[in-house]
């Protein structure tokens, strides 16, 4: 089984920045998808980036993703943040069979909201 804990959300003023971290419970060098999504109130949810193993990047809109192999943890840097973007936002971890896991794996998610 493998965990995922969100870290790093909060209120921010438009225009700010925040960084938000995911620590896994499991060494994620086996897990090449991982990502971020996120659900805004009334909406479905929705990718923000996703990153592999090797560091390549899908990534839609004005945020960076990246993640550290060697300390388990992804992280996503939100600047120029706009009141549209406030959602709760939830990392993703795509095992791909590994450690016996087929299916996505989900944080609890963290609330981001930006005041205008």
């Known amino acids: 089984q493998v965990q995922l804990v969100e870290f790093g959300g909060g209120l921010v003023q438009a225009w700010g920045s925040l960084r938000l971290s995911c620590a896994a419970s499991r060494s994620i060098s086996r897990i090449n998808d991982m990502g971020w999504y996120r659900q805004a109130p009334g909406k479905q949810r929705e990718l923000v980036a996703t990153?592999?193993?090797g560091g390549r990047i899908n990534f839609i809109g004005r945020f960076t993703i990246s993640r550290d192999n060697a300390k388990n943890t992804m992280s996503l840097q939100m600047n120029n943040l706009e009141p549209e973007d406030t959602a709760i936002y939830y990392c993703?971890?795509?095992?791909?069979?590994?450690?016996?896991?087929?299916?996505?794996?989900w944080g609890q998610g963290t609330q981001v909201t930006v005041s205008s």
């Open positions: 993703n971890a795509r095992p791909n069979g590994a450690y016996g896991i087929w299916g996505d794996v």
């Open positions: 990153i592999t193993s």
